[in-house]
């Protein structure tokens, strides 16, 4: 298992976000992972790492992901508005624009 950091923002809003680290055998696994720890914190009375105001956009119009390994370097993986994405698209970074280095971002935009 590595340790993934995962950049998250509501799909109808471009500002702010959220980081969550989580353990999974792969960038891909991570983003599964993560989608369930915030369907289950609905039935939790706190959790310190995931709000109800996250699980209430998960329910909603939906989340933006984007994956990156602990250390930021890079973007692994991403899901934006239910589309899953290897690499990450310009638009899928720069929707997390907050929450992410912005080198990367750059960077996303180059390869696009």
């Known amino acids: 298992m ?3 950091l995962i950049a998250i923002g509501a799909v109808q809003h471009s500002q702010g976000g959220v980081v969550i680290a989580v353990n999974a055998p792969s960038a891909q696994d991570a983003i599964w992972i993560l989608k369930r720890m915030i369907d289950r914190r609905r039935h939790q009375p706190f959790n310190e790492l995931i709000s109800m105001s996250l699980v209430e ?3 909603g119009a ?3 992901y984007v994956v990156m390994p602990a250390d930021r370097s890079s973007l692994l993986c991403g899901e934006c508005e239910g589309t899953f ?3 990450v698209s310009h638009r899928l970074a720069k929707s997390l624009e907050y929450v992410i280095p912005i080198g990367l971002v750059y960077e996303a935009a180059r390869q696009a």
């Open 57 to 59: 956009s998960y329910d």
């Open 2 to 4: 590595e340790k993934y």
């Open 85 to 87: 994405e290897s690499p």
């Open 62 to 64: 939906g989340l933006n």
